[in-house]
Structures are given as structure tokens and as C-alpha cells.
């Protein structure tokens, strides 16, 4: 089945203490990228990758870092989480060109 | 700096009632734009992609239109079911790397 999984899927941790969210897609999707929900403010891209080893800054990249050294993971890291990263994160990932983006489950992370 | 609007923010109707979603952009220079559908706890599921170069797109009961003069996109549904209950987000896509932009959502509640 044709799909994007996120690990965790619910993750409450502490300020400070550095977390990686996993996202894996089987398509062999060139393009993945990462959002963050928030209740007013819609989604925001954080970062996205056009390929192996090619990331570019979305809109709120302050805080996060990403990495891209295979096709299929695109994991999102926070080195020093905050409480105003608490949120829902979203990846997602498509073909270039085709356009149609596919997204995971979401990944809810609280940070006390 | 593009900017996504969606109005109204919520709907509630009948079932069998026909609705339109609206959408605005402000810059019309873009290459593409998509409607989502989210389920509450979910994913987003791509419901119609436009391109820049077409007017409308359709499945099933949805119906997209594009006016990218003007910076407006509506998302039509024909008979609503309470089963189309869901928040409604559309996505501008900036350009060929995919930079997307979200919309807050219209959250539709459709009663039995």
C-alpha cells in the first residue's frame, strides 16, 4: 500500500531534550517535506527536499533541522525543543511535477 | 508574500444541500493549487489539483474552479452527505519546487 508513516505518532517530551520524527514514504517520491499544524495559524511548512541531500528553508525553519541521505526518509529533528514547538506536524511527500502531495498521519508533539 | 484566505471559516448545513467553499490568494503568480480534505485526528487527503493553466477540475461531486487573475479559487459540492463533514483546506503551490502555502480551512459540518 502506497503510503507515508511518522513515528511517533504522539510524543510528549521536555524542553531541551533533543527528538527526531521519523517520515518514510514508499513511492519513491522525489519531493517530502515537513508542516506544523496550529489551531488559527492553518499549516506551515517548515522545510522540504527536492531530492537526496537537497533541503530548502519553508516558511518557520527556526528550531528544526532536517536531513535527506536517502529517497525514502526525510526525518525531522529538534535539537533543543521549546514549548512553542508544541504542535501537529504533518510530512508529506509527491513526485515533481505530478504535484498531488500525499501526507502522513501526523505526529502530535507536546513540549512541557 | 503569498497569503491564503478561506471564507467561511465554518459551515453547517443540511444533507442534500449544495455548497461552495471559497479560497483567495494574493499573488496570482502560481503554479498550482489544491484542495484538501482533513478528517479530525488525520492526514490530509487531496481531493482536486489545478493547475495555473486550467479553469476547473472535477470528481464525482466536487467541483473546483480556478480564477488566478483575480486570486480565487471556490470548491463546489453537489448533495452534500453528512459523510463530507470534514474541514476543507485549499494549498498554493509558488512554484515548480512545490513551496505550498495553506489556507486556514472552512470546517464543514453537514447534518443528517
Known amino acids: 500500500e502506497a503510503q507515508v508513516t511518522q513515528n511517533p505518532r504522539y510524543l510528549i517530551t521536555v524542553t531541551g531534550k533533543k527528538l527526531t520524527v521519523t517520515c518514510s514514504q514508499n513511492?519513491?517520491?522525489?519531493?517530502m517535506s515537513w508542516y506544523r499544524q496550529d489551531p488559527g495559524l492553518g499549516l506551515r511548512q517548515i522545510y522540504y527536499s527536492m531530492n537526496v541531500e537537497v533541503t530548502d528553508k519553508g516558511d518557520v525553519p527556526e528550531g528544526y533541522k532536517v536531513s535527506r541521505k536517502e529517497k525514502r526518509n526525510f526525518p525531522l529533528i529538534l535539537e533543543s525543543p521549546s514549548p512553542n514547538q508544541t504542535s501537529l506536524y504533518f510530512c508529506?511527500?509527491?513526485?515533481?511535477?505530478?504535484?498531488?502531495?500525499?501526507f502522513g498521519p501526523g505526529t502530535r508533539l507536546t513540549v512541557t | 508574500k503569498q497569503e491564503v484566505t478561506q471564507i467561511p471559516a465554518a459551515l453547517s448545513v443540511p444533507e442534500g444541500e449544495n455548497l461552495v467553499l471559497n479560497c483567495s490568494f494574493t499573488d496570482s503568480a502560481i503554479y498550482n493549487l489544491q484542495w484538501f480534505r482533513q478528517d479530525p485526528g488525520k492526514g490530509l487527503t487531496s481531493l482536486l489539483l489545478?493547475?495555473?493553466?486550467?479553469r476547473e477540475q472535477t470528481s464525482g461531486r466536487l467541483n473546483a474552479s480556478l480564477d488566478k487573475s483575480s486570486g480565487r479559487s471556490t470548491l463546489y459540492i453537489a448533495a452534500s452527505q453528512p459523510g463530507d463533514s470534514a474541514t476543507y483546506l485549499c494549498?498554493?503551490?509558488?512554484?515548480?519546487?512545490?513551496?505550498?502555502?495553506f489556507g486556514p480551512g472552512t470546517r464543514l459540518s453537514v447534518l443528517p
Open positions: 489545478i493547475q495555473s493553466s486550467q
Open positions: 508529506a511527500s509527491s513526485l515533481i511535477g505530478q504535484d498531488e502531495q500525499y
Open positions: 494549498a498554493v503551490n509558488r512554484d515548480y519546487g512545490q513551496n505550498f502555502v
Open positions: 513511492m519513491n517520491h522525489e519531493y
